[in-house]
């Protein structure tokens, strides 16, 4: 079985606060936390995958930081780039 997931943080006008964050990377350090925990205590997978775009180095932060770690990058079709591929064992 392959699960699929994508967390899109846009910013908005005029800005939506945060009261008592500390960075912009919170509220998707957050939800990356809820689809691991998810994906470990209800679907039990055991391990996941993700892409990032290769611009994007914000989500390379937070997925490195959510215990990730880099495995190469992959050819996306959408884009026609190489995009940089993160591994995590549970």
């Known amino acids: 079985m392959v699960l699929s997931v994508a967390i899109w943080l846009l910013k908005s006008e005029p800005p939506?606060?945060?009261?008592?964050r500390l960075s912009v990377s919170e509220p998707a350090d957050e939800a990356g936390r809820?689809?691991?925990?998810?994906?470990?205590?209800?679907?039990?997978?055991?391990?996941?995958f993700a892409g990032r775009h290769?611009?994007?180095?914000?989500?390379?932060?937070?997925?490195?930081?959510?215990g990730?770690?880099?495995?190469?990058?992959?050819?996306?079709?959408?884009?026609?780039?190489l995009h940089h591929t993160y591994h995590l064992s549970m």
């Open 16 to 20: 939506v606060p945060f009261p008592g």
């Open 34 to 48: 809820a689809v691991i925990q998810y994906a470990a205590e209800v679907l039990k997978v055991q391990s996941l």
């Open 54 to 66: 290769p611009a994007n180095d914000a989500s390379g932060r937070v997925l490195t930081k959510l």
């Open 68 to 81: 990730f770690e880099r495995t190469g990058e992959e050819f996306y079709g959408p884009t026609k780039l």
